[in-house]
Structures are given as structure tokens and as C-alpha cells.
Nanobody
Framework: QVQLVESGGDLVHPGGSLRLSCAVS????????WGWYRQAPGKQRELVAS???????NYADSVKGRFTISRDNVKNTVYLQMNSLKPEDTAVYYC?????????WGQGTQVTVSS
């Protein structure tokens, strides 16, 4: 059974930092890409960052220079380091894995940026 379990969401002040983690179990091989998406109330889910098997990364323009995606192959875990957080970063963040054309999602973790 494939499971993606996110953690690390929290309430943080503007300018603060958080690190999200996503532990992937049930699959290890043939993963093409890992990613983080987010969905704010009333908005569509959007890509935040992704990383391929080859280590190529892609970021939404709104987070470039502030967020960093990385992965630990031994732990089968993907991370999202978020710095200089803004109120507009408030959303539910979802972990995503794509494996041979099949998409897998985590349950989401809430990030709230507010003073």
C-alpha cells in the first residue's frame, strides 16, 4: 500500500521558516518526480516545487529564492524548506509522487502564516 505522510505544517509569523517532510512508503523504484503542491481556500491546487530522479528542480515563481525542495533517497523522504514566509503562502500543502504515470498524494498539512 502506497502512503505519503506529510508533517511540519504549523502557524508561523510572516518572515518565519518551516520545513515540511513527506515520508513515502510502499514505493521506492521507478519514481519519476516528487513534488509539493498547495491549495488555498477558494483557489485551485498549484505546483509549488518539484524534483526529478535526476535532481532537476522546478519552482513556482512566487516561491523562487525562498523555498527549497530536496529529497533523501535513503529515507525515501522529500522535504520543502520554506523561508521568508508570507501570508499568501497560507494553504494546505500536499506531497505528490508520480510513478510510471500514476499520481500519488498525501493527506495534506496546513501552513498558516499570520501575525
Amino acid at each position: 500500500q502506497v502512503q505519503l505522510v506529510e508533517s511540519g505544517g504549523d502557524l508561523v509569523h510572516p518572515g518565519g521558516s518551516l520545513r515540511l517532510s513527506c515520508a513515502v512508503s510502499g514505493i521506492r523504484w521507478d519514481i519519476n518526480a516528487w513534488g509539493w503542491y498547495r491549495q488555498a481556500p477558494g483557489k485551485q491546487r498549484e505546483l509549488v516545487a518539484s524534483i526529478t530522479t535526476d535532481g532537476l528542480t522546478n519552482y513556482a515563481d512566487s516561491v523562487k529564492g525562498r523555498f527549497t525542495i530536496s529529497r533523501d533517497n535513503v529515507k525515501n523522504t522529500v522535504y520543502l524548506q520554506m523561508n521568508s514566509l508570507k501570508p499568501e503562502d497560507t494553504a494546505v500543502y500536499y506531497c505528490h509522487v508520480e510513478r510510471v504515470g500514476v499520481n500519488y498524494w498525501g493527506q495534506g498539512t496546513q501552513v498558516t502564516v499570520s501575525s
